[in-house]
Each structure stands twice: as structure tokens, then as C-alpha cells.
């Protein structure tokens, strides 16, 4: 079965850092563009990053430019999330998701974790 | 708010189609695929339609979706009790070089 699996949420204080993980498995991993998406309490869904099969390409929202990092290492079949200068309105639900290698579209992905909580609070 | 616009809410009884519209521009829409997601309370959000019009294994025949221009609409005919959740439509934009999504619709089924 094919499945990703978050890790390393957490409360953290306004300015501090967090860095998340996905674990993947049940598919060659190397092969697979990857993305994080979030969505904060209530709200919508909004796309942070993704990343190029072999990590040479990468792309950010605006709004975690210089502050958030993401890499891989397909070794370990492992994505990750580095959160830095957090703030509040980084509150939020955080999903891995992977974009399958049929598709020319940027947007379809087809496998979902489960999803990992970031709280951004004093 | 979302460069991709959705109405918040639809409804619909049991048995009946509605149609979720998503309204974009030339540079997202008007010149890339769009994909639909469907939330259920609580659940991570899954892959309902792809490139427009396409629909993943396991997903009914009861979804459809279609594009036109730089609007692009989700289709659900037959209405069913477990199709009450939350719909995205998502859509590259290529002068802001990411990924949007739209603010999403609440479905009731009434």
C-alpha cells in the first residue's frame, strides 16, 4: 500500500523552529515530485513547497520564503520540512502529498498523509 | 482570499446534481489542468478529478468535472449522505510560480 506518514509537529514558540517529516512507502520514492500543503484551523488549503525528484528543483509560497526549507533524502525515503522564524500564522494542519510521474499537471497529487499539527503560540 | 474563487457552500437532498464552480484567470486556469479534492471531516483531503476531467481509480462515475476557459466546474449527480465534505478545485499559476487552491465549498446534503 501506498502511504506517507508525517512526524514532528508540535508546540512552538513565536520565532522558533520545527522540522517535520514524511515517511514514505509502498512506491519508489525517488521517482515522485513532492509537496507539502497546510491548512490552518477552519480554514483552506494552501500549498507551501515542493520539490524535485532529486532535490534540484525547488518551489515555495511567498509567504515561508526564507524562512521554511524542503528537502528529501531518498535513501531513507523520507521528505522533510525545515520551519524556521515560525509564527503564528503558521499555525496549521501539515500534509506530504506526492505528485504522480504520469500527470504533466502541477497540482494533482494522488497519495496523502495523514497529516501533522504545528502550533505557533507563547 | 484565494486567486481561485469557489462559492463557500453548496447543498442538495439525496438523489439530486450539484455543480461547484472554481473561477480563475489566463494564468492559472486558462493555461493548466485543473485538479478537485474532496475533505471529509476530519480526514486528509483525497484526489476526486485530474487534469480537468479525469477521475482516479475508486472514484464514482457520479464525479465529473470539466473546464472552460478560466473557469472550471465539479459535477455531483446522484447525491449521497457521504458526500457531505469540503471541495478544492487546485490549479498551477504560472506567473506566481505555485500552486493555488481554491477557498474551497462546504457540501450539505440536506
Known amino acids: 500500500e501506498e502511504q506517507l506518514v508525517e512526524s514532528g509537529g508540535g508546540l512552538v514558540q513565536p520565532g522558533g523552529s520545527l522540522r517535520l517529516s514524511c515517511a514514505a512507502s509502498g512506491f519508489i520514492f525517488s521517482n515522485y515530485w513532492m509537496t507539502w500543503v497546510r491548512q490552518a484551523p477552519g480554514k483552506g488549503l494552501e500549498w507551501v513547497a515542493n520539490?524535485?525528484?532529486?532535490?534540484?528543483?525547488?518551489y515555495y509560497v511567498d509567504s515561508v520564503k526564507g524562512r521554511f526549507t524542503i528537502s528529501r533524502d531518498n535513501a531513507k525515503n523520507s521528505l522533510y520540512l525545515q520551519m524556521n522564524s515560525l509564527r503564528a500564522e503558521d499555525t496549521a494542519v501539515y500534509y506530504c502529498a506526492r505528485r504522480p510521474d504520469s500527470t504533466t499537471s502541477w497540482s494533482t497529487f494522488d497519495v496523502w498523509g495523514q497529516g501533522t499539527m504545528v502550533t505557533v503560540s507563547s | 482570499q484565494s486567486v481561485l474563487t469557489q462559492p463557500p457552500s453548496a447543498s442538495g437532498t439525496p438523489g439530486q446534481r450539484v455543480t461547484i464552480s472554481c473561477s480563475g484567470s489566463?494564468?492559472?486556469?486558462?493555461?493548466?489542468?485543473v485538479n478537485w479534492f474532496q475533505q471529509l471531516p476530519g480526514m486528509a483531503p483525497k484526489l476526486l478529478i485530474s487534469?480537468?476531467?479525469q477521475r482516479p481509480s475508486g472514484v464514482p462515475d457520479r464525479f465529473s468535472g470539466s473546464k472552460s476557459g478560466t473557469s472550471a466546474s465539479l459535477a455531483i449527480g446522484g447525491l449521497q449522505s457521504e458526500d457531505e465534505a469540503d471541495y478544492y478545485c487546485?490549479?498551477?499559476?504560472?506567473?506566481?510560480?505555485?500552486?493555488?487552491f481554491g477557498g474551497g465549498t462546504k457540501l450539505t446534503i440536506l
Open positions: 489566463s494564468s492559472n486556469i486558462g493555461s493548466t489542468s
Open positions: 487534469t480537468n476531467d
Open positions: 520539490i524535485k525528484q532529486d532535490g534540484s528543483d525547488k
Open positions: 487546485a490549479a498551477w499559476d504560472a506567473s506566481l510560480n505555485a500552486v493555488l
